[in-house]
């Protein structure tokens, strides 16, 4: 599995667009990136998965170069409730099963 | 729909004693995931079964051990407790058969052994 590297934290304020990047140089053909967030003693949740370009849903935005070796996830206008661990994942969860590693994330603090 | 359901939410063990932890997926799922999550490792991967087998596994002793059931239910066991399980351990549930597969997490049990 490919390995991730992310900024250990972020501050932002409300209101902010907040993009937090994860390099992943050695990201393999049939990988997925998959972002993920989590509050304290709460299970991580899913925010977002992409394979290129761009993807966005109702919370964020993924972007993805060309060359995959990295991307941002883009949260608009972050509010306090924004605050949390986000991680960057990367994998194939196709072959050898669900076998997920998380990284150390990013700790993203959000200041009114 | 349902969540993915852990039982119990929080326990308290003795060094030595054992432990079984319950994960309940969603329904339809077929894959369950365990990790162990403490403030100095971080999220660490365990095992994950899909269909009754265990499919892959993390870098943790054989103390830890688990099983899963026709229902997809899964069970986790530490033996032997030591002081440095204490953690929140968490479950995740996925269809597990998929290219693009979104996993949900539970809310986690949280061992403290003394």
């Known amino acids: 599995l490919a390995k991730t590297t992310q900024p250990i934290s972020m501050d932002s304020y409300e209101g902010q667009e907040v993009n937090i990047t994860c390099s992943h140089n050695?990201?393999?053909?049939?990988?997925?990136i998959t972002w993920y967030q989590q509050f304290p003693s709460q299970g991580p949740r899913f925010i977002i998965q992409?394979?290129?370009t761009k993807v966005t849903n109702e919370v964020a935005s993924l972007f993805i170069p060309a060359d995959r070796k990295s991307s941002t996830l883009s949260l608009p206008r972050v509010s306090l409730s924004d605050t949390a661990v986000y991680y960057c994942?990367?994998?194939?969860?196709?072959?050898?099963?669900?076998?997920?590693?998380f990284g150390a994330g990013t700790r993203l603090f959000v200041k009114a | 729909k349902a969540g993915v359901t852990q039982t119990p939410r929080y326990l308290i063990k003795t060094r030595g004693q054992q432990v079984t932890l319950s994960c309940s997926p969603i329904s339809g799922h077929r894959s369950v995931s365990w990790y162990q999550q403490t403030p100095g490792q971080g999220l660490q991967f365990l095992f994950e079964y899909f269909s009754e087998t265990q499919r892959n596994k993390g870098n943790f002793p054989g103390r830890f051990s688990g099983r899963q059931f026709s229902n997809s239910r899964s069970e986790m066991n530490v033996s032997t407790l030591e002081l440095g399980d204490s953690a929140l351990y968490l479950c995740?549930?996925?269809?597990?058969?998929?290219?693009?597969?979104?996993?949900?997490f539970g809310q986690g049990t949280r061992l403290t052994v003394v």
């Open positions: 995740a549930s996925s269809l597990g058969d998929q290219m693009n597969t979104e996993a949900f």
């Open positions: 994942l990367v994998g194939d969860y196709r072959t050898g099963g669900f076998k997920t590693i």
């Open positions: 050695n990201i393999a053909t049939n990988d997925y």
């Open positions: 992409g394979y290129k």
